[in-house]
């Protein structure tokens, strides 16, 4: 019989596949068990660990003789105790130390017994990172995010603002929904959760959306199993909604997996009309089907290709009349949800995602209608992966800038400027999002 491991344990084997797998966190979720209280212990370490690691680092190498030299596993047992010391208050002091040190090979338990025993007695005199001088590494320290990261978000919105994006990507998101229309509406899914004890309120910006006001896991929310909801961001849903998708129209869905857009496209086309989900993933765009079947959706395709590709389509199928292009992009505006992506993204990574999109962008227009609608958006802020990649289409001389105000709520057209939409965590309390509505001449 297998030993069952700590929600430690699993912790500390999650914080180093990222480090060593490039791995993502919310793969390592289901390893946790299924007590709740086992599960929530695991991603406050995991994620917490990942979120703060340079400011732990920071703190760690004050009682370290030679910091350079310290192993990635080592490093990692350190992290994890000095998150529970210095972040966890219900934690007792004894408990972190002494658990993380049950973690550690026989010959390294003396060296993390020691220093996160100094740290325990000493953490109210460390150092500070405000100490430091230059602004980018003080950031980068107090914030745990790499030079260039910083130095990037100072240059977009200037220091101040550039401060509270850090901060509030540290923060946990709540969790939002999008009510799904075909089984409930929102206001009596509101009341459900509300009968059911689940603190939730209408969200900002989507007549669809609902925020969780407290992380609860979506499989145990009252109706999930009967397909009230998705799990989505608001920006996420405000990109498909500015692409406008009616009955009977035929779109595509390019870069879909794992397809949430999609079934939003869906739903708001009624189920009428041609649907391709596309993307090269195979085993992600697989993930769409057993989503759909839970919210009562049927009738839409899937394709699986290389988008930068001539598509492998029938007469009947295109030219479409919309195409939505959510494009593989660096992510950082989901920075909140997966933290990891901090450590993973380098500076060249954004010039060879800016050619990736732009020949994604170049091939997918020839499928398009005169008249017709493109929507490309991404999860990320930065313009290299944005308006760089939109003026090279529209300066080609097929595409311009269609306004995408009058297709939002109210409330969310104070997010467009300039013709461009952009949601930012800080501002918004949404994942950083930018959509583009482009029109064929």
């Known amino acids: 019989m297998s030993e069952i491991k700590s929600s430690r344990a699993l912790a500390l084997e999650a914080i180093g596949r990222v480090d060593q797998d490039q791995a993502y966190l919310d793969h390592s979720q289901d390893q946790a068990g299924a007590d709740p209280r086992d599960r929530a212990l695991f991603s406050e370490l995991a994620y917490g660990v990942i979120r703060h690691k340079r400011l732990l ?14 192993d990635p596993d080592t490093r990692n047992l350190l992290r994890l105790g000095a998150y529970q010391l210095l972040f966890l208050d219900r934690v007792p002091k004894h408990a972190a130390v002494n658990e993380t040190v049950k973690l550690a090979p026989k010959h390294l338990k003396p ?3 020691a220093i996160l025993r100094r740290l325990s007695e000493r953490k ?16 980068g320290i107090k914030y745990s995010r790499p030079d260039w990261m910083v130095a990037y978000a100072i240059r977009e919105l200037g220091e101040p603002e550039a401060e509270q994006l850090l901060e509030a990507d540290n923060q946990r998101p709540r969790l939002t929904l999008r009510t799904n229309p075909l089984r409930s ?7 459900r959760l509300e009968q059911e004890g689940v603190p939730a309120e209408a969200g900002t910006f989507s007549e669809l959306a609902v925020r969780i006001q407290e992380m609860k896991s979506p499989r145990l929310l009252p109706g ?5 909801f998705a799990v989505q961001d608001e920006a996420s849903q405000l990109a498909v909604m500015i692409l406008d998708p009616k009955r009977g129209e035929r779109i595509l869905d390019a870069c879909s997996a794992p397809g949430t857009k999609t079934l939003q496209l869906w739903q708001m086309m009624e189920q009428s009309g041609t649907l391709i989900s596309a993307d090269l993933n195979r ?3 697989k993930q769409i089907h057993p989503e759909a079947e839970r919210l009562g959706l049927t009738g839409f395709s899937t394709l699986i290709q290389d988008l930068t590709q001539p598509l492998k389509l029938s007469e009947a199928e295109a030219p479409f009349d919309k195409i939505l292009l959510d494009a593989p ?3 950082l505006g989901t920075i909140r949800k997966h933290p990891e992506i901090k450590w993973q993204r380098k500076p060249k990574d954004l010039l060879t995602l800016k050619d990736l999109q732009t020949r994604l962008i170049r091939n997918l227009a020839r ?3 005169p008249g017709g609608i493109m929507v490309y958006s991404t999860c990320t802020w930065t313009k290299e992966e944005n308006q760089e990649v939109v003026a090279e289409l529209i300066a080609d001389g097929g595409f311009e800038l269609d306004d995408p105000k009058p297709l939002l709520a109210d409330s969310a057209k104070l997010l467009v400027n300039d013709k461009i939409m952009k949601t930012w965590p800080q501002r918004h309390s949404t994942d950083a999002f930018t959509a583009f509505r482009l029109r064929r001449k």
């Open 57 to 70: 680092d920071f703190f760690l190498d004050q009682f370290l003789e030679r910091p350079g030299r310290t």
């Open 111 to 113: 060296l993390i017994n």
């Open 124 to 139: 109210d005199r460390l150092k500070s990172p405000d100490q430091t001088v230059d602004p980018v590494q003080r950031l």
């Open 185 to 191: 509406t929102r206001p009596d899914l509101l009341a």
């Open 224 to 228: 999930f199993e009967q397909g009230c």
């Open 283 to 285: 085993n992600r765009l």
């Open 329 to 331: 992009c660096s992510g």
């Open 367 to 369: 499928y398009l209608k």
